[in-house]
């Protein structure tokens, strides 16, 4: 493996370029190491995998870029396209007057297009800032982050407003010889505490409990609020909050992946346990449907950024981690003046942040 370390105060990331993946991530907080980010059980663990493997999911870790989301039905290329299965350069790496900043370069092209990724730490923010670009190429195409988390006690989720919550036609795993799943397919809901289950009932989606041994999958479509969108989750034994943050106007939507012991086949194996991932993007399944009629370009969502010679498109995303003892998430997020704010009830606390990083109130390309 191949990695690239950058490093800021009480902060540090590292990059597998060998498939773009965010190999680690360590945030210093209260006099402890938080690690954020998930990193699967057999990557570098010397064992024998299936050949057909894509090596985005060899080297499945952290968060990577989805160009296109799952299937590339158009241009081929592996699950979640060249971006999360193949290698970048560095164009450049280091220090700013205020942290660290590192430019990386996907060696394939992308429907033609140049890809760009950029990594940038400031000194005391507990923030991975990111953002891609993609310059020049043909057509269009979807795109998404895909952060995992991972936790061994569970933990509790709270979102930015969403106008509602819906699981796809068909189940991640619906063979019981090979998987198994709790939510109901199809199946949608507007209260994220209500969402139909599998045999009847409701279940909670802002609750992460161990013993639900599941592999589910769902789309949450962001609310007209004005402010940024966000996910936080409060992980329990961690005793941390991980809060991952984005620009609605560029990606519409959050797709939850639940993937706690819910495969039974190698290399998941049963293993892959307290897994969530958090994948904000501008999508549907797949990229033909992405650049067609879909399901949610009939509700008004956008689901690709149109490519094209002499244009650059781009989109940004934040994750951050910080010591949460005893609390649950925050109810309310908002960023200015250089500080993001969360707040809980009657209490509430800031922490240093780029309030200007993620363009909010600007309008993103088509």
Known sequence: MTVSTIKARDISVSLDLTVG????????????????????????????????????????????LCAPFSRSDVEEAPLHGWPANSA????????????????????????????????????????LYQEHAFSGGHGAISVAHHPMTTMTGGGRLAFSPKRFAATPDDPLEPDPARGRFMLAY????????????AGGGTFDLTEYRMGDRREDFLTLVEADH???????????????????????SELPITMLWFSNGGRDYAPWSGRHRGVLGIEDGRTAIGHAASIGDNWLTREGVATAFALGAGRSVSFRHVIGAMPLSGGGPPQEVTTKDGRLRLAAGSSSWEVPFDSDFLRIGRTAAA
């Open 186 to 197: 199809p199946g949608r809901s507007a209260d994220l505490t209500h969402f139909p289950a």
């Open 21 to 64: 993946h965010i190999a680690d991530m360590v945030v210093e907080g209260g006099g402890r190491q938080l690690r954020p980010l998930h990193r699967a059980p057999w990557v570098d663990a010397g064992e024998t995998l299936p050949d057909d493997l894509p090596k985005g999911t060899v080297r499945l870790s952290g968060d990577f």
């Open 226 to 248: 004005g402010g940024p969108g966000w996910t936080a989750l409060a992980r329990e034994a961690e005793q941390d909050l991980v809060l991952v943050l984005k620009n609605p």
């Open 88 to 127: 970048w350069d560095v164009v450049e790496s280091a220090a700013t007057e205020d942290g660290w900043r590192a430019v990386y370069r996907l060696r394939h092209k992308v429907m033609g297009a140049s890809v760009d990724k950029t990594l940038t730490l400031r000194d005391g923010h507990p923030f």
